[in-house]
């Protein structure tokens, strides 16, 4: 296990389609995050799992967004109905504990036409 | 709701030279400050973090500065080189069991370090 990997790297959808993303953390971690990334600022935390279960959504999660983790291991995140502003970079995140650093993924650039 | 603001924006430091990055945050019952590092196209990785128990932490070339009374932690990358041309990131957290150690992070520096 070389870290937390996640698919695709880059998706191209246009406006109005729903499109998936998929993380595979790091094999012992319990504690998986997503997080948004506008270019040029600081990545925005999206959500929070605590193996399967879904403790925590940011204000910035809308009701087209939905993420979900089975069984505690790999998680997904679908955006439907996407809208140009939701072009961004999707970054994944998973740690063991609580209070320390965590792995970030290399993320899925998502754009919207 | 901006808690964590990072300065300055772009810096550009000569080979050798010292690179400092300034963060100033809000939330007092924040525990835990690390610095990402990020290169174009990947995500971010943890350079180097401090608790508020201590002032300065040290790992090779690069140092963090804790200021605990003024809320402010900096970076400094002692003898910077071209490699570490990157953005920088602050970010800070507390522990929740509800939220995890979600990050708040700065707004990101961008470092050049000419040869």
């Known amino acids: 296990d070389t870290g937390v990997s996640q698919n695709p790297r880059h998706k191209i959808t246009k406006r109005g389609q729903n499109v998936t993303f998929r993380c595979d953390p790091i094999?012992?971690?319990?504690?998986l995050y997503w997080y948004r990334q506008t270019l040029g600022q600081g990545p925005e935390f999206l959500t929070y799992?605590?193996?399967?279960?879904?403790?925590?959504k940011s204000r910035l999660l809308s009701d087209r967004f939905s993420a979900e983790r089975p069984k505690g291991s790999f998680s997904t995140l679908e955006i439907q109905r996407t809208e140009q502003g939701d072009s961004a970079m999707y970054l994944c995140?998973?740690?063991f504990g609580l209070g320390g650093g965590y792995t970030f993924g290399s993320g899925t650039r998502l754009t919207v036409v | 709701q901006q808690q964590v603001k990072q300065s300055p924006q772009s810096l550009i430091v000569q080979k050798g030279g010292i690179s400092i990055i300034n963060c100033a945050y809000e939330?007092?019952?924040?525990?835990?400050f690390p610095w990402y590092q990020q290169f174009p196209g990947k995500g971010p990785a943890l350079l180097i973090a401090i608790r508020p128990d201590v002032s300065e932490k040290k790992e090779g070339r690069f140092t963090i500065s804790f200021n605990k009374s003024a809320k402010q932690f900096s970076l400094h990358i002692m003898d910077s080189q071209p490699g570490d041309s990157a953005t920088y990131f602050c970010a800070a957290s507390f522990r929740q069991e509800t939220s995890g150690s979600r990050l708040t992070f700065g707004e990101g520096t961008q470092l050049t370090v000419n040869p």
């Open positions: 799992f605590q193996n399967e279960a879904q403790l925590e």
């Open positions: 094999s012992e971690h319990n504690r």
């Open positions: 995140a998973s740690s």
């Open positions: 939330n007092t019952a924040f525990d835990y």
